[in-house]
């Protein structure tokens, strides 16, 4: 643990008040979360990428997230490092029985669904401990616990994989599809009413339009999330994860996109000149080529 200790010191180096890094002291809990959530990507695509000397770098800079925010809670007072990890080591004895201990599961199910119960105790437990009282609105819920900075596909999953508990859930992938074109339709319905708005508001004075138009293009968005909620779930039917799919395909599509630029020898002003159908035309002929090996 010799390195581990190193890391400390050097965080606690960094932090000094008189002799620290200017950058480091004026960190707090708040700035440091969008690299928190940069660091845990970075780790996720080196993984996808197979680069285990990158993983390595990666979760050393995911590490230092944590040794960062545990540095900043000891100079409170509030608790150190060590605290931390006793407190992760608790929590997994306690919810693997059994391993450490003489319990034993029926199979996977049981032991997720025991899982769920032990994590919504420990909850009630903590807004006891805190004197909370649930208000009939606020009774316990399954969607309590469900952090809302979460990524909205991965935190759609979550939820998804919450109701489901109860039985609130399609039995097959064929099953949600069509759910997806009945949402689809919806969407399209809310297109057609938006862009008919667009026609009939010119009668209208500016500010009704504006409030006419805002009022419609949100129906639209929240049909637009219908549409991927919906998708989301098809996709937790197949095992497959949303998020690591869409990566995927973001990176395919960069990938083509990257040659089509190369097609036109990366001259912008010649892409933006072409017409859709040449553009079309060229994507087919990348697709093919990598079809074609």
């Known amino acids: 643990m010799q390195h581990l ?26 700035s440091l979360v969008p690299y928190t959530l940069e660091e845990a ?6 993984i996808e990428q197979g680069d285990m000397e990158e993983v390595k770098k990666e979760l050393g800079d995911l590490l230092f997230q944590v040794v960062f925010y545990a540095q900043l809670a000891k100079e409170e007072g509030l608790f150190d490092f060590d605290d931390i ?19 034993q599961y029926e199979n996977e199910a049981a032991f997720l669904k025991a899982w769920e119960e032990q994590k919504e105790l420990e909850n009630q437990q903590a807004r006891a401990e ?13 969607m309590d616990n469900i952090s809302k900075i979460l990524p909205a596909m991965t935190r759609a999953v979550k939820i998804q994989k919450r109701i489901a508990q109860v039985g609130f859930d399609w039995d097959t992938a064929e099953d949600v599809l069509p759910i997806i074109q009945g949402e ?40 637009m999330g219908d549409v991927l909620f919906t998708c989301v779930n098809l996709a937790r039917k197949l095992d497959i994860d949303p998020e690591k799919a869409l990566r995927i395909s973001n990176h395919k599509f960069s990938q083509r996109f990257r040659k089509m630029e190369q097609f036109y020898n990366y001259d912008r002003q010649r892409m933006e000149q072409a017409s859709i159908d040449e553009l079309e035309a060229v994507w087919q002929q990348v697709k093919k080529q990598e079809q074609n090996g």
């Open 5 to 30: 200790q190193r890391l400390l010191d050097i965080m606690s180096a960094l932090r000094e008040p008189d002799t620290g890094c200017p950058w480091d002291l004026k960190q707090d809990y708040k």
């Open 41 to 46: 990507y970075e780790v996720a695509e080196a």
């Open 85 to 103: 990890a006793a407190a992760i080591a608790d929590k997994m004895v306690r919810r693997h029985p059994h391993v450490f201990s003489e319990h």
């Open 130 to 142: 805190k004197g909370e009282t649930a208000e009939p609105e606020q009774a316990p819920s399954l």
């Open 184 to 223: 689809l339709q919806e969407l399209q319905d809310e297109i057609i009413q938006y862009e008919q708005l667009q026609e009939k508001s010119a009668g209208f004075v500016a500010e009704q339009q504006s409030e006419l138009k805002a009022r419609q293009f949100e129906r639209m968005q929240e049909e």
